[in-house]
């Protein structure tokens, strides 16, 4: 439900984005900017899963953490609905909409370190009889729970895509964020329905609070925020490198009870999936070219929406089970291959292939649109499922939310990397409002380049990545003591 409500989430995006264009003053570039700036909470999800691991709310691990983050989401919504209906009092608007957008991605962030856990928690590690599971089905359960997963969020992107273009098209902006706000309702159910007490086979597992990760996690975040009131030159670079060097760190420690080749499997993999995430996108100027040129509206936007979840969902049932049991090597690079061809219509309708098809075949735009999201669509979420499922694998018992966010937190780095190229690639080839002259070379630099660097991951490392499944009950997160202490217990 978590999930879902997560998915929800988008109900509001196609609004904000006609919105954003048409009523702030922000250009291209201060809007990917922004996007960098708005992975630095799923940066810091290493704080938060901890927090929820280690220190109750009211003797609460999950429940009071679920409540904590919906209510940010919602508040974040009425806060851009104020801003919409230009209610924002002595702030500006484009002030408030920043602040708000933090909010929302913060509240996201608490509840989905709480579904995380609660991935590998409903799994059994041991048999009726206390003898350890056999590795293979527990990864193959694991696997599986990613899977319903990431169809659980797809699921909740489905029912309110269609709904969300139609909504933008026909309602007033401040409107549609007040019905955003509604998305978060669903987490608070989830909460009121969950059993904390005994209803995870790892419940009972208690842990200390860590004081290297909540003061380095800290210590992080006020350099980050620092940053971003500063505003030094080049300072989304200046945190990407401070964030990789913390994650780093905080990895190369999580993993010191960890066997050397599962090291090596999970270093090498997270390196291609770093590698795979971080394709930079083309930026906003794509998008506001096909409002402007192609003439797509908020209708059809919603259509596109719709359609590519729905198939991105179909996707992951019917191929998530093998993703799972495939090479994770093998499978990134089919994708990053398949993912550059289907990007070769949209390239395509930059040099005029609508208007020729239009003539020659009796089609134009909307329906290469449509054809392009067809087929890419059910890879938009294969990626992530073996990713998922390696991670979850490793979670040590006690320490869910903590362990999968660490890592998750390196993956949303990815996607901070992607965005400080783009903004890069969008310097070297500027796109001013309805002045796209410059924007086919962006594309196309931004499509090589992505392929360049999940393929060159995949050649170099490809080979290193292998599952394995960390000894049940044995833990990752410990101090050096607890390290030798632990050593001499192991058999």
């Given at each position: 439900m978590?999930?879902?409500?997560?998915?929800?989430s988008?109900?509001?995006?196609?609004?904000?984005?006609?919105?954003?264009?048409?009523?702030?003053?922000?250009?291209?570039q201060?809007?990917?900017?922004?996007?960098?700036?708005?992975?630095?909470?799923?940066?810091?999800k290493?704080?938060?899963?901890?927090?929820?691991?280690?220190?109750?709310?009211l003797?609460?691990?999950?429940?009071?953490?679920?409540?904590?983050?919906?209510?940010?989401?919602?508040?974040?919504?009425?806060a851009?609905?104020?801003a919409?209906?230009?209610?924002t009092?002595?702030?500006?608007?484009?002030?408030?909409?920043?602040?708000?957008?933090?909010?929302?991605?913060?509240?996201?962030?608490?509840q989905d370190?709480?579904?995380?856990a609660l991935?590998?928690?409903?799994?059994?590690?041991?048999?009726?009889?206390?003898t350890?599971?056999?590795?293979?089905?527990v990864?193959?359960?694991?696997g599986?729970?990613?899977?319903l997963?990431?169809?659980?969020?797809?699921g909740g992107?489905?029912?309110?895509?269609?709904?969300?273009?139609l909504?933008?098209?026909?309602?007033?902006?401040?409107?549609?964020?007040?019905?955003?706000?509604?998305?978060?309702?669903?987490?608070?159910?989830?909460?009121?329905?969950?059993?904390?007490?005994?209803?995870?086979?790892?419940?009972t597992?208690?842990?200390?609070?860590?004081p290297?990760?909540?003061?380095?996690?800290?210590?992080?975040?006020?350099?980050?925020?620092?940053?971003?009131?500063?505003?030094?030159?080049?300072?989304?670079?200046?945190?990407?490198?401070?964030?990789?060097?913390?994650?780093?760190?905080?990895?190369?420690?999580?993993?010191?009870?960890?066997?050397?080749?599962?090291?090596?499997?999970?270093?090498?993999?997270?390196?291609?999936?770093?590698?795979f995430?971080?394709?930079?996108?083309p930026?906003?100027?794509l998008?506001w070219?096909?409002?402007?040129?192609?003439?797509?509206?908020?209708g059809?936007?919603?259509?596109?929406?719709?359609?590519g979840t729905?198939?991105?969902?179909?996707?992951?049932?019917?191929?998530?089970?093998?993703?799972?049991?495939?090479?994770?090597?093998?499978?990134?690079?089919?994708?990053?291959?398949?993912?550059?061809?289907l990007?070769?219509?949209?390239?395509?309708?930059?040099?005029?292939?609508h208007?020729?098809?239009a003539?020659?075949?009796?089609?134009?735009?909307?329906?290469?649109?449509?054809?392009?999201?067809?087929?890419?669509?059910?890879?938009?979420?294969?990626?992530?499922?073996?990713?998922?499922?390696?991670?979850?694998?490793?979670?040590?018992?006690g320490?869910?939310?903590?362990?999968?966010?660490?890592v998750?937190?390196?993956?949303n780095?990815?996607?901070?990397?992607?965005?400080?190229?783009?903004?890069?690639?969008n310097?070297?080839?500027p796109?001013?409002?309805g002045?796209y002259?410059?924007?086919?070379?962006?594309?196309?630099?931004?499509?090589?380049?992505?392929?360049?660097?999940?393929?060159?991951?995949?050649?170099?490392?490809g080979?290193?990545?292998?599952?394995?499944i960390?000894?049940?009950?044995?833990?990752?997160?410990?101090?050096?003591?607890?390290?030798?202490?632990?050593?001499?217990?192991?058999?």
């Open positions: 978590i999930y879902a409500a997560a998915g929800a988008g109900f509001a995006a196609i609004a904000e984005t006609f919105w954003v264009r048409e009523s702030l003053g922000l250009s291209p201060a809007l990917l900017a922004l996007a960098a700036w708005m992975t630095v909470p799923w940066t810091l290493m704080v938060f899963g901890h927090l929820v691991d280690t220190v109750p709310i003797g609460s691990r999950r429940r009071a953490y679920i409540l904590f983050g919906a209510t940010a989401q919602a508040a974040a919504y009425l851009l609905a104020a919409a209906a230009r209610m009092g002595p702030f500006a608007t484009e002030a408030v909409y920043v602040a708000a957008s933090l909010l929302a991605v913060l509240g996201l962030v608490v370190c709480v579904a995380d991935t590998t928690e409903v799994v059994d590690r041991t048999a009726p009889d206390g350890p599971r056999e590795p293979a089905v990864q193959a359960e694991l599986d729970v990613q899977v997963g990431r169809v659980a969020l797809m992107a489905f029912a309110v895509a269609g709904l969300g273009g909504a933008a098209q026909r309602m007033p902006v401040a409107t549609v964020f007040l019905l955003g706000a509604m998305a978060p309702m669903l987490s608070v159910f989830a909460a009121l329905l969950l059993r904390e007490d005994g209803a995870a086979p790892h419940a597992v208690r842990e200390r609070p860590d290297r990760i909540l003061g380095g996690g800290a210590a992080f975040a006020a350099v980050l925020l620092a940053l971003g009131i500063l505003d030094p030159p080049f300072a989304p670079e200046i945190g990407l490198a401070v964030s990789l060097g913390v994650i780093g760190w905080l990895l190369r420690r999580t993993m010191a009870g960890v066997p050397a080749r599962t090291q090596v499997a999970m270093a090498a993999a997270a390196t291609v999936i770093f590698a995430r971080a394709a930079p996108p930026g906003p100027a998008q070219w096909q409002m402007d040129v192609l003439g797509y509206d908020q059809f936007f919603g259509v596109l929406a719709q359609i729905g198939l991105a969902i179909a996707g992951s049932l019917v191929l998530g089970g093998r993703i799972v049991r495939a090479p994770l090597g093998r499978v990134l690079g089919w994708l990053a291959v398949l993912g550059a061809v990007s070769l219509p949209t390239i395509g309708m930059l040099f005029g292939l208007e020729w098809t003539v020659q075949f009796g089609f134009g735009a909307r329906t290469i649109g449509l054809a392009d999201t067809v087929l890419s669509a059910p890879l938009a979420q294969l990626g992530m499922i073996p990713m998922l499922t390696l991670i979850a694998v490793h979670a040590p018992p320490r869910q939310a903590t362990w999968f966010a660490l998750a937190s390196l993956m780095l990815a996607l901070q990397a992607g965005n400080v190229i783009s903004r890069g690639l310097a070297a080839f796109v001013e409002r002045d002259a410059t924007l086919p070379a962006l594309v196309i630099a931004a499509t090589a380049l992505g392929l360049v660097l999940a393929l060159g991951a995949i050649a170099l490392l080979r290193w990545i292998r599952p394995a960390v000894t049940p009950g044995a833990p990752i997160l410990a101090s050096e003591a607890e390290e030798r202490s632990e050593a001499r217990l192991r058999p």
